[in-house]
């Protein structure tokens, strides 16, 4: 009982929102001209409703990723590939994922070195 008295509350402001969306969205359509009732105007809500609905969804993703990087510390400049080692004195032993950078750890004359950089790129080989 107290589960379904639970999703009724719930439900309520969600159908008053969709309400006002539909009800926008109908009044867009009614000012772009089409008319109230056809098939038109209905097409034009619809399409309308998922153009709102998409931009709530961009809205909240930003803000997610917004959130999601004030909580992040600040990134150190990665050391430029190649400084100290000649370039054939370094071969890429393995690479890992962690968060939102790749770490490249490679194979030098002086033992291991590791270089982060974006996860979206690719290690270089040397």
Request: aromatic letters at 4%; hydrophobic letters at 40%.
């Amino acid at each position: 009982m107290k589960a379904q008295l639970l999703l009724v509350a719930l439900a309520i402001p969600i159908a008053g929102c969709a309400k006002h969306w539909i009800q926008t969205a109908k009044n867009e359509c009614t000012q772009f001209g089409f008319v109230e009732g056809t098939t038109e105007h209905a097409e034009c809500v619809q399409r309308q409703f998922q153009a709102q609905d998409v931009a709530r969804i961009q809205r909240r993703l930003a803000d997610a990723v917004e959130e999601n990087q004030s909580r992040m510390p600040p990134r150190e400049p990665a050391p430029m590939l190649g400084i100290g080692n000649p370039p054939a004195a370094r071969f890429l032993q393995r690479d890992h994922i962690d968060g939102m950078n790749r770490i490249c750890v490679y194979d030098t004359l002086q033992g291991q070195e590791a270089v982060t950089i974006s996860a979206t790129r690719l290690c270089p080989i040397t």
